[in-house]
């Protein structure tokens, strides 16, 4: 069984502050993904780019304190990539590690930002994700893409669906975006074992209490394409884990070895 979380720590660095070290190596998965690292290699204790056990594969946006994503191996991949757009692989969104039975992707999804300031920007963003998947899957690979895709899909993926209708994460141009890039062909497997279950979310916002209420929005995810789903055995969230507005997500695959 190989074991996958995917964390949007908000800041690696915070992160380390609250016991993300110690965290990681309890879990004992055989990859972390872990998104908005805020920070470059450089920029961090030895004991996150050197976790005993793990080697780190790193890809920070150009522009300091913002975005990145960063992924803890256990095993090397056959190959690193990023998305080869600039406008996206300068914001540090995407890294594509190649193993034997699947790519997996590592995405931080942009956020639409009040009065859809980035709304363009995050559409054209998943459509270029659509293309890359599909093209990938052309090629015969299975594709695990995971992150914070910075949507909730329908109303049983957030607390409050009416009051959201027009907040970033909820709009219906990106919640469409969402439902094209599943009618393509891809699972979100969370849903696929828990199709019914509301009250289940990734993030909180850090007012008025709303994680304590669960007051939350499911916008963190692990999809595959529809040839792989059976190779998913569980798909979990993990709401008790602290450390960031978001929980991590766990995806188990029933595959011996990376």
């Known amino acids: 069984m190989i074991r996958i979380l995917c964390w949007n720590v908000n ?8 016991g993300f070290s110690d965290w990681l190596l309890k879990e004992q998965p055989d990859i972390c993904c872990v998104q908005e690292t805020k920070a470059h290699r450089e920029q961090v204790p030895k004991k996150i780019v050197e976790p005993p056990g793990y080697r ?15 992924s803890f191996v256990k095993r090397e991949p056959l190959a690193v ?51 890359f998947c599909d093209a990938e899957r052309k090629k015969g690979k299975n594709i695990v893409l995971c992150g914070d895709y910075n949507v909730a899909h329908q109303p049983i993926d957030l607390a409050r669906p009416k009051q959201n209708e027009d907040s970033p994460g909820y709009y219906i141009e990106e919640r469409e975006a969402m439902t094209a890039f599943l009618e393509a062909g891809y699972v ?9 279950e509301p009250d289940h979310y990734s993030w909180w916002s850090y007012r008025a209490r709303s994680r304590e209420r669960n007051v939350g929005w499911r916008i963190d995810y692990f999809c595959v394409n529809g040839e792989f789903m ?11 884990v602290m450390g960031s507005d978001h929980c991590p997500v766990g995806l188990d695959l029933g595959i011996d070895a990376l």
Request: hydrophobic share 35%; aromatic share 12%; no cysteine.
């Open 11 to 18: 800041g690696i660095r915070a992160a380390e502050k609250k």
């Open 56 to 70: 780190t594969i790193w890809h920070s946006a150009e522009k300091k304190g913002y975005s990145g994503v960063l």
């Open 81 to 131: 990539r990023t998305l080869g757009i600039q406008e996206f692989d300068a914001e540090g969104r995407v890294q594509v590690l190649d193993y034997k039975d699947f790519s997996l992707i590592n995405a931080y999804f942009p956020n639409s930002q009040p009065e859809r300031a980035r709304l363009d920007y995050k559409l054209a963003f998943n459509r270029a994700m659509l293309a």
């Open 188 to 196: 979100d497997t969370f849903r696929h074992f828990h199709p019914d």
């Open 230 to 240: 059976e190779k998913v055995k569980s798909a979990t969230i993990l709401p008790h």
